[in-house]
């Protein structure tokens, strides 16, 4: 059975990139576009793990990761995609980070970090 993978982030391209990039991996995607999206998202799903972008309209990725941690505990695995330089990203309670733009094997290669692969 293939793992499930959850890519939340507003900009359409990323998503997209990242879902094509993933799919030739065999994992299946689930998308949200926004936060709200993402917690009704995983009321019906539990992804295997949760790619996450930090700067999103209305609910930013550090106040989703919070909310996530809440109800899903670190049974899923997290990791921020973000634009934001790592240098100057909070890294408490996330399992990986990739930087944006990214290179495709960079995104397997930390998903398959994450989840121990």
Not at 63 to 69: G, P, S
Not at 95 to 105: E, H, L, N, R, T
């Amino acid at each position: 059975m293939a793992k499930t993978i959850l890519i939340i982030d507003d900009d359409i391209n990323d998503t997209e990139t990242m879902k094509l990039v993933l799919e030739k991996e065999k994992y299946k995607i689930l998308t949200a576009d926004n936060g709200a999206d993402a917690l009704d998202c995983i009321k019906d799903n539990r992804p295997d793990a949760i790619l996450l972008d930090i700067k999103m309209p209305t609910l930013s990725g550090y106040d989703l990761l919070r909310l996530l941690r809440e109800r899903l505990n670190h049974k899923v695995k997290m990791i921020y995609v973000s634009i934001i330089p790592k240098c100057d990203v909070d890294l408490r309670d996330i399992d990986g980070f990739v930087q944006k733009p990214f290179m495709p094997a960079n995104l397997i290669k930390e998903v398959k970090k994450a989840r121990g692969e």
